[in-house]
């Protein structure tokens, strides 16, 4: 994934932008950037690794490097940004959040006529950024290159572009798969993707841009370049797992979705009406905990945390290059509460299984504990698909999936053809998926939230919706 925030303003604004930035650290693992203009220096720019150390650690020197009535950020789970671009529309910084699927055609497509070139970086990959950029450049304003790039790309592309007189351009991708929020202040503007970042930093909001909306903000003003268009597509992941629990999309809060999601789960579990009691609901942290809490309270069982994840110096289980370094660093953050595991029957609710490879290390930590046995609840429905508009769920291969390779080895390929069976935990081959899982990775039973009830829980239109990685539907 990625987010990014942006500010104009009547005054120096490269703390709002630092901060509001740093907001956006969830979303993303690899680089961290900032590009800031100021009438005296002009347009200037600092990218960091943030791999293993945090944004505000690697920019905490920016103030006395960096300064700017206008700024952006970018947090990036891939590549290097927001990048400087001196081309015919002028020199502008500019930073992009999606995924462009169809790269390498845009990219021949690009070279065969241009006479152009693109920066190569390690193994030869071009910097997605700077693609879009090179789409833009090819028409003559920001609002027809913005919208020839997006018609282009196969994928998504959300845009904030800093132009050289301090101006903001900001564009949400075509089908609004990610959200891009507009905040308002005495002082001027903010632009970011999670609403609490511009809520903290004392903005309110002004306006949501819709589907492929296009805008040009100044500390003054915002000005409408394109109008949204009318279908809509948003990832419902982004309130199932990686959206903040106080960001709101849509009008829809994250933590309260997550909340009534759970309680939908609890609804009809027969885990509730059989002999053997639980204990404890518990959630997997972090965002399986309010799945969890919304569970506890439908079922009347208490909710309780039998482990707690050490964070104060291993924050991140992924800061190794190395798989196996970072299994220890996973195993080692979980820290137990043993009254709360021995002897007790306990179901966890976790906010997806996407590989289930960590997962099935938490379960066993909580057989080796004395856990008398694990039950275990997805928050949303199995994921068949990996993702084509986003970073989120993206694999190398579909088979990294675990529900995949569960199918795979009932029925080989063959089985692909029923998927919406395998999805259903009511049909024959449904439970047979759930059965293999539970096998493999020691639950006592288990159970995923159906499409029809997340779709209910975050309570928007079916249609403004995607659901691909679940459904398989565009």
Same mark, same amino acid.
Request: negative net charge; glycine residues 8%; aromatic residues 10%.
């Given at each position: 994934?990625?987010?990014?925030?942006?500010? @104009?303003?009547?005054?120096?604004? %490269?703390?709002?932008?630092?901060?509001?930035?740093?907001?956006? #650290?969830?979303?993303? @693992?690899?680089?961290?950037?900032?590009? *800031?203009?100021?009438? &005296?220096?002009?347009?200037?720019?600092?990218?960091? $690794?943030?791999?293993?150390?945090?944004?505000?650690?690697?920019?905490?020197?920016?103030f006395d490097e960096m300064k700017g009535t206008s700024a952006i950020g970018c947090i990036s789970d891939s590549d290097p940004q927001p990048l400087l671009i001196h081309s015919n529309l002028g020199t502008y910084a500019i930073c992009m959040v999606g995924a462009i699927t169809n790269a390498k055609a845009l990219i021949k497509q690009y070279l065969s006529f241009s006479g152009g070139h693109f920066t190569a970086m390690t193994g030869g990959l071009i910097n997605a950024t700077e693609l879009v950029a090179a789409l833009i450049d090819q028409k003559s304003s920001f609002v027809e290159g913005i919208q020839f790039a997006q018609r282009e790309i196969e994928g998504s592309a959300s845009l904030l572009i800093l132009k050289d007189d301090g101006t903001l351009i900001?564009?949400?991708?075509?089908?609004?798969?990610?959200?891009?929020?507009?905040?308002?202040?005495?002082?001027?503007?903010?632009?970011?993707?999670?609403?609490? *970042?511009?809520?903290?930093?004392?903005?309110?909001?002004?306006?949501?841009?819709?589907?492929? &909306?296009?805008?040009?903000?100044?500390?003054?003003?915002?000005?409408?370049?394109?109008? /949204?268009?009318?279908?809509?597509?948003?990832?419902?992941? %982004?309130? +199932?797992?990686? !959206?903040?629990?106080?960001?709101?999309?849509?009008?829809?809060?994250?933590?309260?979705?997550?909340?009534?999601?759970?309680?939908?789960?609890?609804?009809?579990?027969?885990?509730?009406?059989?002999?053997?009691?639980?204990?404890?609901?518990?959630?997997?942290?972090? #965002?399986?905990? /309010?799945?969890?809490?919304?569970?506890? $309270? =439908?079922?009347?069982?208490?909710?309780?945390? /039998?482990?707690?994840?050490?964070? /104060? @110096?291993? #924050?991140?289980?992924?800061?190794? +290059?190395?798989? =196996?370094?970072?299994?220890?660093?996973?195993?080692?953050?979980?820290?137990?509460?043993?009254?709360?595991?021995?002897?007790?029957?306990?179901?966890?609710?976790?906010? +997806?299984?996407?590989?289930?490879?960590?997962?099935?290390?938490?379960?066993?930590?909580?057989?080796?504990?004395?856990?008398?046995?694990?039950?275990?609840?997805?928050?949303?429905?199995?994921?068949?698909?990996?993702?084509?508009?986003?970073?989120? +769920?993206?694999? $190398? $291969?579909?088979?990294?999936?675990?529900?995949?390779?569960?199918?795979?080895?009932?029925? !080989?390929?063959?089985?692909?053809?029923?998927?919406?069976?395998?999805?259903?935990?009511?049909? &024959?081959?449904?439970?047979?998926?759930? =059965? @293999?899982?539970?096998?493999?990775?020691?639950?006592?039973?288990?159970?995923? =939230?159906?499409?029809?009830?997340?779709?209910?829980?975050?309570?928007?239109?079916?249609?403004?919706?995607?659901?691909?990685?679940?459904?398989?539907?565009?």
């Open positions: 994934m990625g987010g990014f925030f942006g500010a @104009t303003s009547k005054h120096d604004c %490269l703390a709002d932008v630092f901060f509001g930035t740093d907001f956006h #650290s969830h979303l993303g @693992t690899r680089r961290g950037g900032m590009a *800031a203009y100021d009438q &005296e220096i002009g347009l200037q720019r600092e990218i960091h $690794n943030i791999e293993n150390s945090p944004f505000r650690t690697k920019f905490e020197h920016v900001a564009a949400r991708d075509r089908l609004g798969r990610l959200p891009v929020l507009i905040g308002k202040r005495e002082d001027g503007y903010c632009v970011c993707f999670e609403s609490f *970042a511009s809520m903290k930093l004392g903005y309110s909001l002004e306006k949501e841009l819709g589907p492929g &909306e296009i805008v040009e903000i100044t500390a003054d003003e915002v000005r409408q370049l394109a109008a /949204p268009g009318k279908e809509m597509r948003i990832c419902a992941f %982004l309130w +199932s797992y990686y !959206g903040y629990p106080t960001s709101t999309y849509e009008g829809i809060n994250v933590e309260v979705m997550r909340c009534r999601n759970g309680e939908i789960m609890a609804e009809n579990d027969p885990i509730l009406q059989s002999e053997d009691a639980l204990d404890f609901v518990c959630g997997v942290p972090d #965002s399986g905990i /309010p799945h969890a809490i919304g569970y506890a $309270n =439908q079922s009347h069982t208490p909710f309780a945390r /039998p482990f707690i994840k050490y964070t /104060p @110096t291993w #924050s991140r289980s992924f800061m190794s +290059s190395k798989q =196996q370094e970072r299994k220890k660093v996973a195993k080692m953050k979980l820290i137990p509460v043993h009254d709360l595991i021995q002897d007790k029957n306990l179901l966890f609710v976790d906010d +997806s299984i996407v590989r289930g490879t960590q997962l099935k290390e938490t379960v066993e930590f909580l057989y080796d504990n004395g856990a008398k046995s694990v039950h275990m609840r997805s928050a949303c429905p199995p994921i068949m698909y990996g993702c084509k508009y986003l970073t989120f +769920s993206r694999n $190398n $291969n579909d088979m990294d999936l675990i529900a995949r390779r569960v199918i795979v080895e009932l029925e !080989g390929e063959e089985g692909f053809k029923y998927m919406d069976e395998y999805a259903d935990g009511t049909t &024959e081959r449904g439970k047979k998926l759930r =059965q @293999t899982i539970c096998d493999k990775f020691k639950f006592a039973s288990l159970e995923f =939230q159906s499409l029809e009830g997340i779709i209910q829980a975050i309570g928007m239109e079916p249609c403004k919706l995607c659901t691909y990685c679940w459904s398989g539907k565009e």
